[in-house]
């Protein structure tokens, strides 16, 4: 499997429908091709078009709406759903692109208070928790996960797991708006998920793979690099070769960002991103000056 963007797409005559290329070692083969920003950047995407709305191939209508009624009637001092509030469906610029509040809006608790708070948005409640199983999937860390099955790696909790992503080619029957021809976060989740289960079959039948780890076929690693050097720049947020060596540099010989000193950053990084893998691979390499100066006093 690889990523590609929008022009390699072309160029190897892959499509939302078509998402792979014969192996030109193996034509046998074939290389299954992910889209560059896959689920976790989706399911942002998805959140961005239910604040403006859209229709469900049945003809349910959702939007914010669903969200401010809930937050309007569990208003309590003991709250159903504590983690919600007029954020989640009012984000602009910058805060549209953090994943965590689109997966708290898109959440199987969501889905559960929605069912017993609005009994009539029955269709609102189960494609919440369609979107929750289906990241759950493509999110897994774990071979096998007894609390959450869905969450398990794939292939360890089939065919539910299989049923949950194919249910989920519905979005290509979704109305965005005006639109009459497919988003990208449509065509985006109809390549990931066929390309997903591709994969599986090919894994199972060349190779006798049990599971994949979802979670290793994303690009977080890369997206998190470039956050970072970019928050380095403060409003310099596009840096050239030789400024991005250096911010490199800098990132390599700390242990994370925030032991780098500046006073304000120009893109905005998310609470719970982890040390650069760097600082993993080098931290044995740098010597204790402390213990040094010690033994020469």
């Known amino acids: 499997m690889t ?6 797409w072309k160029d190897l005559n892959v499509t939302y429908e078509n998402s792979y290329v014969d192996n030109p070692s193996d034509v046998s083969e074939r290389i299954r091709v992910l889209q560059d920003a896959l689920v976790p950047h989706l399911i942002k995407l998805l959140r961005n078009h239910f604040i403006d709305g859209f229709i469900l191939p049945n003809g349910t209508k ?15 001092e003991i709250k ?3 983690k919600i509030n007029l954020y989640h469906i009012s984000v602009s610029g910058r805060d549209r692109q953090r994943v965590r509040p689109a997966c708290e809006l898109f ?5 559960k208070v929605i069912c017993h708070l609005l009994l009539e948005e029955k269709e609102a409640s189960n494609f919440f928790e369609l979107v929750n199983d289906l990241f759950d999937i493509f999110n897994s860390r774990v071979p096998c996960n007894e609390m959450f099955p869905t969450a398990s790696a794939f292939g360890m909790n089939n065919p539910a ?17 005006k639109k009459t021809a497919l988003l990208p976060f449509q065509k985006g989740f109809l390549m990931t998920i066929r390309s997903l289960l591709g994969c599986n079959s090919d894994l199972q039948k060349l190779y006798g793979m049990k599971y994949i780890l979802t979670s290793r076929l994303n690009q977080d690693c890369l997206e998190n690099l470039s956050s970072q050097t970019r928050a380095l720049g403060r409003a310099y947020d596009h840096p050239l070769t030789v400024e991005f060596k250096n911010r490199l540099r800098l990132l390599i010989m700390s242990k994370n960002i925030s032991d780098i000193s500046f006073n304000s950053s120009a893109v905005e990084l998310e609470v719970d991103s982890i040390d650069f893998i760097t600082s993993s691979v080098f931290s044995g390499l740098t010597p204790d000056i402390r213990s040094f100066n010690n033994d020469r006093k």
């Not at 959702?62 to 309590?76: A, F, V, Y």
């Not at 959440?107 to 889905?111: E, G, T």
Request: net charge positive.
């Open 3 to 8: 990523w590609v963007g929008k022009t390699v």
């Open 80 to 82: 159903l759903c504590p």
């Open 161 to 177: 797991q299989e049923n949950i992503t194919r249910a989920f080619y519905t979005c290509e029957k979704m109305i965005v708006g």
């Open 62 to 76: 959702i939007n914010k709406t669903i969200t401010e009624c809930i937050l309007s009637m569990d208003n309590g």
């Open 107 to 111: 959440s199987r608790h969501m889905a």
